[in-house]
């Protein structure tokens, strides 16, 4: 069994203003003090990265945001490139969220875009793949993310320094408070797994981590944790109150 670091990332979507932020980030600082042996991320919204990330200086938990532009700069009205976050502190950013695919028109082709910006300025991306609920129920899991996933790391070139991570969140399970089950979620963790070393090889597959995100909470994280092929949690409401994060991050 390869020996993958868990990490439990919180996606804060569109909460919290710049003060807000501060706060519940110095209360999670102080809360995971003792954590070890889990690699722990905040994304923020754009307008708080950099006060997050001063937070975060010397501390043990990373910087992520929620989302990049493929262009590195220029007339791009309301964008924000690649080196934009690096100089914010930010060392991950979250790529093809749902919400981003559901609301504002991002494609499988967009997400590969932003892949390989992400990758060429040192970013590490949190790569989001996952079905809806029609999808599921009509038996196109497998195709769906067969598509997002192959399409998304075309030409993708990935190794050691250049790494990714592929958080698995099927929509219907997304701030609705329905979890996938422990055998659905590692039915697709595997499979997952299995598709990315069809690409890159087996001992890559083996190093990389897939996340479960969706309706995360204190009370299912050490279930998912158990699964083999769960490497950690992509985490949206119940990353928002420090006190919920912390319980997840000590699962
Ligand atoms: C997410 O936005 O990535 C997410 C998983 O949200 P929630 O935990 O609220 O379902």
């Not at 670091?5 to 519940?24: D, H, R, Y």
């Not at 990049?68 to 690096?86: K, N, P």
Request: proline share 4%.
């Amino acid at each position: 069994m390869e020996n993958r670091i868990p990490l439990i990332a919180g996606n804060w979507k569109m909460n919290k203003t710049v003060p807000e932020s501060i706060e519940t980030v110095k209360t999670l600082v102080k809360l995971t003090a003792d954590v070890q042996g889990v690699d722990m991320l905040i994304a923020p919204p754009f307008t708080s990265l950099w006060a997050v990330g001063d937070v975060l200086k010397h501390t043990k938990i990373a910087l992520g945001a929620q989302d990049m532009f493929w262009e590195s700069h220029g007339a791009f009205t309301g964008q924000v490139s690649a080196d934009m976050l690096r100089s914010c502190g930010c060392s991950h950013v979250i790529i093809g969220h749902s919400e981003r695919r559901q609301f504002f028109g991002e494609t499988n082709q967009t997400v590969n875009k932003k892949l390989k910006a992400a990758l060429a300025a040192g970013l590490i991306p949190i790569f989001c793949i996952g079905e809806t609920e029609i999808e599921r129920e009509t038996q196109k899991t497998f195709s769906v993310l067969d598509k997002q996933l192959i399409q998304g790391v075309e030409g993708l070139i990935l190794d050691d320094h250049h790494p990714l991570v592929i958080a698995y969140e099927p929509v219907w399970a997304i701030g609705t408070g329905k979890t996938a089950l422990p055998e659905q979620a590692q039915e697709v963790h595997a499979y997952v797994r299995s598709l990315f070393a069809k690409v890159f090889g087996n001992s890559l597959a083996k190093k990389i981590r897939i996340l479960y995100g969706g309706s995360v909470k204190p009370d299912n994280i050490s279930e998912l944790m158990g699964l083999p092929d769960v490497d950690g949690a992509l985490v949206g409401g119940a990353s928002l109150e420090p006190e919920s994060f912390n319980k997840i991050i000590h699962f």
